[in-house]
């Protein structure tokens, strides 16, 4: 596959609120937008970071995979989402091929505008990885 560069590293926080003062008053980032994702049951807020962003993930339900990921690791990196300029169908063809476990069969609907998919972590040296192509 091709990729361009890292779109956005993904930190699990247990409150955006809590935790965007550090992020805008002490590194100077500034969030740009806040985004709730229904079906992956999180809050998302992201920050420019020079040519990348962060995506900060707060869960809005017990039941969310970031709730569950926070229980027992506790806040902090949670994803890498690399921008893949051959679109993220064709990654995961690719994947099929070179028999990487994914977790998403398909391209789905992510945040700010991306599709996105992502590679299992028993696939990524432990690395929950997900690649992201902007929806046409
Ligand atoms: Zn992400």
């Given at each position: 596959?091709?990729?361009?560069?890292?779109?956005?590293?993904?930190?699990?926080?247990?409150?955006?609120?809590?935790?965007?003062?550090?992020?805008?008053?002490?590194?100077?980032?500034?969030?740009?937008?806040?985004?709730?994702?229904?079906?992956?049951?999180?809050?998302?807020?992201?920050?420019?970071?020079?040519?990348?962003?962060?995506?900060?993930?707060?869960?809005?339900?017990?039941?969310?995979?970031?709730?569950?990921?926070l229980?027992t690791r506790g806040p902090g990196?949670?994803?890498?989402?690399?921008?893949?300029?051959?679109?993220?169908?064709?990654?995961?063809?690719?994947?099929?091929?070179?028999?990487?476990?994914?977790?998403?069969?398909?391209?789905?609907?992510?945040?700010?505008?991306?599709?996105?998919?992502?590679?299992?972590?028993?696939?990524?040296?432990?690395?929950?990885?997900?690649?992201?192509?902007?929806?046409?």
């Amino acid at each position: 596959m091709k990729i361009s560069h890292i779109e956005h590293i993904g930190i699990a926080v247990n409150s955006i609120e809590e935790a965007l003062p550090f992020y805008e008053n002490v590194l100077g980032f500034e969030c740009y937008k806040t985004e709730e994702v229904a079906d992956q049951k999180v809050k998302t807020a992201f920050l420019k970071v020079g040519d990348t962003k962060l995506e900060l993930l707060e869960p809005t339900s017990p039941d969310s995979t970031v709730a569950k990921f926070l229980e027992t690791r506790g806040p902090g990196f949670h994803h890498m989402a690399y921008a893949v300029e051959d679109g993220v169908a064709n990654a995961l063809a690719e994947c099929g091929e070179k028999s990487i476990r994914t977790i998403d069969a398909a391209p789905r609907a992510g945040a700010d505008g991306m599709n996105i998919a992502f590679l299992h972590p028993k696939a990524t040296q432990s690395i929950l990885t997900e690649l992201c192509e902007k929806k046409k």
